[in-house]
């Protein structure tokens, strides 16, 4: 007769793990599966929200595609609780009273007590079979191995396998029913090795499945690390870019409010002109009133009234002036009122906006002392603009057009730059340079600058670093010193133009050249940006304090010139004056340049125009 246990063993057996059930679970179709079994298979499904039978294939809906609320097989449940309770008791022994079973063979399919296992160790033919503990089955960590007994012959083990009917069968149901009808039958053995042998070829598919999948998941971490990379960059280039153009932004405001500071103390300095006269002539109205007012304290003798006269008549002259003249102080403010803010509306401009309502005129025509002389023009540190002449000198101008003081007059100058501590750097013919302090005494310094016959002439700045850049018309190059002197420390090769005029910018270190009919705008390693040009004029460019660019185009033969405003990159933001008229040059060499203040010296060979706004 058929113990518990093995009663329990046949039938209460999950069908995927091949262990006792735990946390049974029913499906609509009756069978019955691990709750961790169909967790698993349902983690396999397309959809969660059903489960199909590994047995049947009918689906079962899982509520909410959580397989604890399925159906708990109740009575199953209760059995292996029971089984798990109970021992086993020894199937080998003959005697009436079993002993408990300490250990199963797995190959005998026999429980055996302690003796019996003691037994079965020493008989040699069945030494290899494996026993494994009572422990480790109840546990359910090791499925049992057994021969199931045939149900129409128990005194027979199913032996073999019908390949059809995918069921065990012993012997004598092979030979009645299978094979006679033309069933493929094959023995237990060969079958379970076959079996064996299949899912060892899916263990390694799948490992090798698995290894892909990890190693595709590790690529995906690879894209997301590099995803994660690039858009560290694009945050950061973001970032950057916006800190510029907040810079940008602040550097126009900062000009713009430069500009408004120079109207206001124009308008005062004019205000308070015309205050200072004003309370002078009320001072001598009123140092002359008190003198004749003297008069009215003693009787006047005869030479106090001759002076008393005197002093009543020069009191009645001058009160019979014209009193002060509102329309003056009135004209500069209505000027001052005319002066608008007009915002750019295109934003990426990064312009901020301009200062208009005012009109630009020539204020100075200044004849040169030496005429078809001029080769330079550049702004000096105390505000007025330097004139190198190749004939000997550099002449200094204040916005006035006053001639205040020549210095160097015995030096051919062809370039002039300055320091941002006073000192000047000055390029003279044959490409000799020399540095002079801000008192324009020459220092020991040499610079290794290319022959006039190397290189020819060509333009000369200083960038606010305090390198000096020194261009050569004939190589169409750029080299760089340092204040230091000695050798270039680089050079920048011009793309197809000449450096005639060089030009830096405060902010950054880009560069523009003049190329006489080009106004080409270098980046900081000398590669070409931005270019101007228009046909038929002569380009004369000038940086100004706020890095806007100012363009003189000059019509030659017909003696007119144009003055436009850019920003930094060459776009173009207004027209200052159109179509000046100049007294025609005999040489076609012309220069430009911002003063301090905001006026604009225009330089022929032999004149110098100082442009204002009115």
């Given at each position: 007769m058929a113990t518990f246990h093995q009663i329990s063993s046949q039938n209460l057996e999950c069908p995927i793990c091949l262990t006792l059930f735990n946390q049974p679970k029913s499906l609509i179709c009756s069978h019955t599966f691990c709750k961790h079994c169909l967790q698993q298979i349902c983690q396999t499904q397309p959809s969660r929200q059903n489960i199909a039978c590994p047995i049947c294939r009918k689906e079962t809906p899982v509520p909410s595609a959580d397989v604890s609320k399925l159906q708990t097989n109740v009575p199953v449940n209760s059995l292996v609780d029971?089984?798990?309770?109970?021992?086993?008791?020894?199937?080998?022994?003959?005697?009436?009273?079993?002993?408990?079973?300490?250990?199963?063979?797995?190959?005998?399919?026999?429980?055996?007590?302690e003796s019996c296992e003691n037994i079965h160790s020493l008989w040699k033919p069945v030494s290899s079979h494996e026993v494994v503990p009572m422990s480790e089955v109840l546990s359910g960590k090791v499925p049992l191995k057994r021969r199931r007994k045939c149900k129409k012959h128990p005194n027979d083990d199913e032996e073999y396998f019908c390949t059809k009917c995918r069921e065990y069968i012993c012997s004598k149901c092979g030979m009645v029913r299978h094979l006679q009808a033309g069933h493929q039958i094959e023995e237990a053995t060969i079958h379970e090795e076959n079996l064996k042998e299949n899912i060892k070829k899916l263990q390694d598919r799948a490992k090798s499945k698995k290894t892909t999948i990890e190693n595709h998941i590790d690529y995906i971490e690879t894209q997301r690390n590099e995803i994660t990379n690039m858009m560290r960059r694009l945050n950061n280039d973001i970032d950057k870019t916006y800190e510029e153009y907040i810079q940008l932004l602040t550097d126009r405001r900062e000009a713009l409010k430069c500009q408004v500071k120079q109207w206001s103390e124009k308008f005062e300095k004019e205000l308070?002109?015309?205050?200072?006269?004003?309370?002078?002539?009320?001072?001598?109205?009123?140092?002359?009133?008190?003198?004749?007012?003297?008069?009215?304290?003693?009787?006047?003798?005869?030479?106090?009234?001759?002076?008393?006269?005197?002093?009543?008549g020069n009191l009645k002259s001058f009160l019979e002036r014209d009193d002060p003249d509102d329309q003056s102080p009135k004209g500069v403010a209505e000027r001052a009122q005319k002066i608008s803010f007009r915002r750019y509306m295109k934003v990426n401009e990064l312009c901020l906006g301009e200062l208009g309502g005012y009109t630009w005129d020539v204020k100075a025509d200044v004849k040169l002392p030496t005429k078809k002389s001029m080769t330079c023009v550049t702004r000096a540190p105390d505000g007025k603009m330097a004139v190198g002449l190749v004939d000997g000198g550099i002449h200094l101008y204040p916005p006035d057009g006053e001639l205040e003081q020549t210095v160097l007059k015995d030096v051919p100058v062809t370039g002039i730059g300055f320091l941002s501590d006073g000192r000047s750097v000055?390029?003279?013919?044959?490409?000799?340079?020399?540095?002079?302090?801000?008192?324009?005494?020459?220092?020991?310094?040499?610079?290794?600058?290319?022959?006039?016959?190397?290189?020819?002439?060509?333009?000369?700045?200083?960038?606010?670093?305090?390198?000096?850049?020194?261009?050569?018309?004939?190589?169409?190059?750029?080299?760089?010193?340092?204040?230091?002197?000695?050798?270039a420390v680089r050079e920048i090769m011009c793309d197809g133009y000449k450096p005639w005029q060089l030009f830096s910018f405060h902010t950054t270190g880009k560069l523009i050249v003049n190329d006489i009919a080009a106004v080409v705008c270098l980046d900081s390693q000398g590669k070409k940006e931005n270019v101007l040009m228009k046909e038929g004029m002569f380009a004369l460019p000038a940086v100004c304090r706020d890095d806007s660019v100012i363009v003189a185009w000059v019509k030659h033969e017909e003696g007119l010139v144009s003055i436009d405003r850019y920003t930094r990159d060459l776009q173009h933001m207004c027209t200052l004056i159109t179509d000046f008229k100049i007294v025609k040059p005999q040489i076609v060499w012309y220069y430009l340049q911002e003063f301090e203040s905001g006026e604009i010296a225009f330089c022929t060979s032999d004149r110098l125009y100082i442009i204002d706004a009115m």
């Open positions: 029971e089984v798990k309770t109970k021992n086993p008791i020894c199937t080998v022994c003959e005697m009436d009273e079993k002993q408990p079973a300490v250990s199963y063979c797995q190959d005998c399919g026999k429980y055996m007590c308070q002109t015309m205050e200072e006269e004003s309370r002078q002539t009320f001072s001598h109205v009123n140092a002359m009133e008190e003198l004749v007012t003297n008069g009215m304290k003693v009787p006047l003798e005869k030479h106090a009234l001759f002076a008393h006269d005197t002093l009543c000055v390029r003279e013919t044959y490409n000799t340079m020399s540095l002079y302090t801000p008192q324009w005494e020459k220092l020991d310094v040499t610079f290794e600058t290319m022959s006039e016959v190397e290189g020819d002439l060509g333009g000369l700045t200083v960038d606010r670093d305090d390198n000096i850049y020194v261009g050569y018309r004939k190589p169409k190059k750029i080299q760089v010193f340092t204040s230091r002197g000695g050798k």
